[in-house]
Each structure stands twice: as structure tokens, then as C-alpha cells.
């Protein structure tokens, strides 16, 4: 007998009645997705952090920040992925969290399309970690910086690992072999200074790339 | 020394004086009121006076009065008023036994005692007594002292505290007018201009869309129109990303909240990439010990230090420092904007940076602005407890 599919529960923080209302719908219509919402932090600070999947949280809310509240569950369940929203790219702000593992941002703008959002609960679920495309290609590499000495080819394999892509996928967008990939993704972490200890370089690399991309 | 402390010296020293001349007076006049009331008034009077025995009281208290008026010019010529306390105890004992020596020595010679040996043993308990009026003198001038010091301290807080609301107000208006300014001019003409493009775009479609007409839309109207929409979408998100963000920045810089290092990292994401940017933050948690009207303070210092480097240094570097310095005082937050470019010309006016060095002076901080190789460099500074700054 075949096992149900794993339903995904997700807690979705969001100040602006309009905008919460409508991940509300586009989510909850989606099948395997449940639900729960919330309006500030006082109000999520309430929920169970063991009985969810996703954070969706919104960057500005009234009484704190997306960032803070999602420090906050993770604490409570380290395997919680968090996913910040925000109208502005205020990427950068990942950069104050020590662990980024399992921590992503996405513009409001990508949130408002089903296909963008659901790719971005899957992939928050899965475990991964990731920022907007339209941000990340919105970015270019500081003058000055480690990105800068990147090849355009290099470059373009770091844009598509902010994006949360893996080797075979980046392959597979940019038509070209997978060793290659693994190739471009060794320079660039060479390009970066990561060595074997380095860890979790895949997480690194997207520090680096909001550190040095502005 | 200035008029204020020559006027303060000049009141100590009269408070001083009129402290041992009451109190020796007080002492004279009870020592010989004294004395009649046990010994009775022939015995005070040993005969010098026989017809008018109230003379020799007369006598008596005058020659007391003599000894204070001693003690006190001592106690100007030893300068005891200014004194340290283990100095002032010293000089007190010499001026005392001057006082009770001369005393004692009058009184010999006026006749109120014919031997020596009496006369000494009376400046034996004499002394003290003069060591104890002008240690009370001493006291009352302390005393005045620290109520002096306290009340000065009051005035300087409550001055402090007026010029800290005048400067915020008026930093507060240049704000909002920064920003009428901004919403009236840049985003309204924007808007104005995406509005006219938009009705534009609709006028277009209906015309190609009237049935019948010969101008029907073609496939490369349709993509022309998309283009325009495009162009119109991009227009609103710069201004949501560019235009409001600088305008929400203006009005509380991005992530204050949250610390001096995200908010000084939000202030460098907006630095074009163009420009190479070395951010080095000494390892200082978020949030951290200043509150937030100092770390504001630090923010706009930062603002400024980049804004002229780009605008007037040309900068083709830029490097943010913030550290935490530990001083006698306390930890000291220092933030400061260096940029390789142009050199300012010197001497140089701050400007608007005056207003923000006044108000960091306020709270025991200070802002430089000096040339520096082929640039600059604009430091701010501010104490993490600003309430115990001198």
C-alpha cells in the first residue's frame, strides 16, 4: 500500500490583510498545502514551531520582524525552513543570521504568481536555501570584490546556486554538461578562498554573493 | 581662572570668613558669659576695674574678639578655604595656635592673668576650640560647595536637554521637508508621467480595437504595447525600489532597529557596485549597547561620510569601520567613512555636518571631517552609556 503524500504545513506571517488573505487562498488551494496564518509576531509567537514545515514571513511587520520571528522558530524546530518576504531587496539581511541553512527570501512580486510561490514552499520544505531570481538578477558583483574576478559563465553557475538550484538543474538551464557545472562551481569556491573545511559551501557561496553583489 | 571660578573663590572665601568670624564670635561672647555666670563677676574682674567690674567683662570679650579677628586673618593668609583636606587640618593647627598664643599674650599684658604658666594652659584649650570653629567654617563652605556643584548640574542638563530638542526639531523639519520636496517633485512627476503612458497605452488599444478599422492590431502592435506596459511596470518598481526606499530611509534608516551593523550594511547595499566597498565591523553583535537615538546619529554620520565621498570625493573606494573602543570612561562606539579620490580642499566648512557634531557633542560623542592621502575620512563617535558622559 502506497504511503499518503506528505501533507506540508505551512504558517504564513503577514501583516497586510489583502496580501495575507491572498497567499491564504493560493496556498490553501494547492493540495498536500495546510494553512495557518497570522498577522504579527505577537500572534505567531503563539504557534507550535514542531507542527511546521514552512515559515512564509513577512520582512516589515508591526510589532517586530520577519527575522527575528523566524530566528525565533527555528529555534524552536531547527529543521523549520524559513522564508522571508519582502517588496524591497533586503537580502542582505540574511547575512545576519549565522546559520543560513534552510533560510530564503522571496520578492512579493514573485509571491503574487502560484507557480513562483509553490516552487518556493517545495524547495523552502526540501531544505533548501535560496533568493528571488528577480533579485538575484537584479544584483551585480561589487567592483573590488571576490565576485568580480568571476568569469561570466562563473558568475551566472553562482546566480543560479543563490537561486537554490542544484548542479544538475543549473546544467540542465544553461545547456551544458554537469561536470562542467561542477567545474564552474569549484572555481567559483576557489574564486571565494572556500577550502575543504569550509562549511556547507553551497550556503557560503550565496553569503557571499549578497556580502559582495549589490 | 575664569570669571565664573574667580566669583566662586571669591563667595567661598567670604562664606569662609563670615563662618569663623559668627562662629568665633558666638565662642567669644559664651566663653566670658561663661565665666561670669560660674565664677561670678569679681572673680573675672581681679581688681584692675574695681569701681566698674563690668569693664573687665568689656576687656575679656574684646580681647576674644581680637583672637577671631587673628584666626580669621590667618585663615586668609594660609589661604585655608582652598585648601585639601590634609593640608587645611595642618594649616588650621598653626593658625589656631597663633590665634590662641596672641590671646593668651593679651591677656597677660592687659593684666587678666599674671602668670605666664595660666596663660599657657589657656592656650592649650584655646587652640582646639579655634581648630574646631574653623573646621566648622570648612564644612559649611564644602557643603556650599557640592550644592553649588549639584545645582550647576542641574542648569547644564536642563540646557543640554532644550539644545537636544531644538536640534532634533530641527533636524525633524529638514527631514520632512527632504521629503515633501522628494514626494512633490521626483515622485509625483513620475507618477504624473507612468499615468499619461498608461492612458496613452489604453487610448492606443481601444483605436486598435474599433471594428472595422483598417489599423486592427497586428501581432507587432500587440508586442509594442507589451513593451510599453513593461517599461510603465518598470518605472513603478524603481520607484518602489529606488525612490520610496530612499524616502523611507530618510525618514529612519533601513534595519536601526535591529543594530549598528545591519543598518550600516543596508547603508552600504545602496553604495553602487561600481564602487569597491571594504565594510569591517570588529565582530559587534546585534543589536547592540546604544540606544537608538545614538545609533541614528552614528547612521546619518555614516550617510553623510558616503554621500560625500560620492558626491563631491569621487570616490573609487570605500571603507566603513565600526568599532567598540574601551575607554576610562566606558565603551566607546566609532564609526568612521574613509574614501580613497579626491582630496577635499582645506580649510574645511562641515556644513551640515555641524548639525550632526552638535548633536553628538550632546551626547558626550564628537565628528571629525579631515583630508586624508588622496581622500578623506569622517569620524563619528558616541559613548555606549551617554548618561554618565562627564
Known sequence: MQAPPRVLRIGVVEDQPLFREMLQHLLGSVPGFRVCTAHGVSEASAWNAQELDVALLDFELPDGTGLELGRQL????????VVLLSAVDRASSLLEIDNQDRWSY??????????????????????GSFIDPNIVARRTPRAGSPLAVLSARQYSVLMLIAEGLTNQTIAARLGIAPNSVNNHVNAVYAALGFNNTTHNPRVSAVRAFLKDSA | MSLSQRQEHHADRTLFLTSVALIGSVFAIGVTAQSVVVLGIDAVSPGTHELAPGIDVIVRISVNLASVAILALCSVWLRLCIRTLGKFFALSVIASSIAAVIRSLLQLVIGIYDDPVTAASDALITAPVCVVVLVIAHVLVTLNRKARAAEQAHQQA?????????SLQQEELRVRREVADALHGTMQQRLVFLSAEL?????EIVKLAEPGA???????????LE???HDVRSGLNSMREQDLRTLSAALYPEALDRGLVPAIRALTARIPASIPV???????????????GSRLLLIRAAEEGVTNALRHGRAVSISLELTRDIEPDGPVYRLSVRHRGVRPEEPIVLSGLARLKRRLIDLGGDLLFAAEG???????????DHERKP
Open chain 1, 74 to 81: 527555528r529555534q524552536a524546530n531547527p529543521q523549520l525552513g
Open chain 1, 106 to 127: 522571496l520578492s512579493k512580486t514573485s509571491a503574487t504568481s502560484t507557480a513562483d510561490l509553490v516552487r518556493t514552499i517545495r524547495l523552502a520544505a526540501s531544505g
Open chain 2, 158 to 166: 536642563a540646557m543640554r536637554a532644550a539644545e537636544a530638542l531644538s
Open chain 2, 199 to 203: 492612458e496613452s497605452i489604453g487610448s
Open chain 2, 214 to 224: 483598417e489599423s486592427a492590431l497586428k501581432p507587432s502592435d500587440a508586442v509594442a
Open chain 2, 227 to 229: 513593451s510599453r506596459i
Open chain 2, 278 to 292: 571594504e565594510l569591517l565591523t570588529d565582530d559587534i553583535s546585534s543589536p547592540d549597547g546604544l540606544d537608538t
Open chain 2, 374 to 384: 588622496d581622500g578623506a575620512r569622517l569620524s563619528a563617535w558616541v559613548p555606549e
